[in-house]
């Protein structure tokens, strides 16, 4: 079983930055491939970056490519969203996934094992 909390989001005018956390427990992290995804409000939940248990693999949707930035820290236990030049349409509830693999990484929000309860970021114009 795996616990992962989110935190960082919140109010920030388009154009700004801001960078979301996911602090993971329970388990040895690095057995995990990490995802973000997002649900605004009347919407399906949409990926936005994944990354394989070491880091050496990312992956994002072209909506947010390269404005996103997925990391991750093992021995901190942590995965990160670094994100970049913020528009109105990025508001929504950002949610952290595991997926219990070193294989490869998963974009899809079937696939995945374990979530946290999502953070709001909310872009005004």
């Known amino acids: 079983q795996v616990q992962l909390v989110e935190s960082g989001g919140g109010l920030v005018q388009a154009g700004g930055s801001l960078r979301l956390s996911c602090a993971a427990s329970?388990?040895?992290?690095?057995?995990?491939?990490m995802s973000w995804f997002r649900q605004a409000p009347g919407k399906e939940r949409e990926f936005v970056g994944a990354i394989n248990w070491s880091g050496g693999s990312t992956y994002y949707p072209d909506s947010v490519k390269g404005r996103f930035t997925i990391s991750r820290n093992n021995a901190k236990n942590t995965v990160y969203l670094q994100m970049d030049s913020l528009k109105p349409e990025d508001t929504a509830v950002y949610y952290c996934?595991?997926?219990?693999?070193?294989?490869?990484?998963?974009?899809?929000?079937?696939?995945?094992?374990?979530w946290g309860k999502g953070t709001l970021v909310t872009v005004s114009s």
């Open positions: 329970g388990r040895t992290f690095s057995n995990y491939a």
């Open positions: 996934a595991a997926k219990d693999t070193i294989l490869t990484i998963y974009t899809q929000p079937g696939s995945m094992d374990y």
